[in-house]
């Protein structure tokens, strides 16, 4: 947490430099590997590339530009720290005893659940497409069309089933 705080609080770029490393090292000696490590960043780097773009058009300064992509490879850091190494119904279970209601603590639930989930879809999706022909060389939209389509849609049904399953959760109680 403190970490977390830091990110934000800092305004010197090699400082937050040192905290990322701080963060990766941590993510090595927990147990991740650095092909994860690695696989971590480089499904960043679209996001950080258009981040990067966005934020010299917009602002042409170098030095902001390194402050807010240090910023968020630290967010990202510090999220895969905590799922590696936290048991989330352990989390969940500490809210349900602090008596906080379920909106506050069933989204959180939600998403650490779901995400393993919704990256194994994304893979099966892109083995698909890949078997299909659908790859960057028939052109970016196409190509991000025929790999996004799928998960939005997939997210979707499980987003109403999820819904359905908290509301009848609720009639029971």
């Keep these: 947490m403190l970490v977390f705080f830091l990110t934000f609080l800092t305004v010197r770029n090699i400082f937050l430099f040192g905290l990322l490393v701080f963060v990766l090292s941590l ?3 927990s147990g991740l590997s650095v092909k994860s490590l690695l696989k971590l960043v480089c ?10 773009a966005v934020m ?22 510090n999220f895969s720290l905590f799922a ?3 048991d989330l119904f352990l989390v969940v279970r500490l809210l349900q005893q ?8 069933l ?3 939600i998403v650490f659940r779901f995400l393993p989930e919704l990256e194994k879809d994304f893979m099966n999706i892109r083995h698909i497409q890949k078997t299909r ?7 970016i939209f ?7 389509v799928p998960v939005i849609i997939m997210l979707l049904e499980r987003g109403e089933e999820l819904s359905i399953a908290f509301y009848l959760k609720e009639k029971e109680t």
Excluded at 43 to 52: D, G, V
Excluded at 133 to 139: Q, Y
């Design 56 to 77: 010299f058009l917009l602002f042409e300064k170098t030095d902001l530009l390194i402050r807010v992509l240090l910023r968020i490879l630290l967010l990202f850091a």
């Design 133 to 139: 022909g659908i790859t960057p060389k028939n052109g």
């Design 27 to 29: 993510l090595l000696v």
């Design 98 to 105: 602090l008596r906080l209601p379920n909106w506050l603590y």
């Design 107 to 109: 989204p959180v639930y």
């Design 142 to 148: 196409t190509f991000l069309k025929g790999h996004f």
């Design 84 to 86: 590696s190494t936290t």
């Design 43 to 52: 499904a960043l780097l679209p996001f950080i590339i258009l981040t990067s």
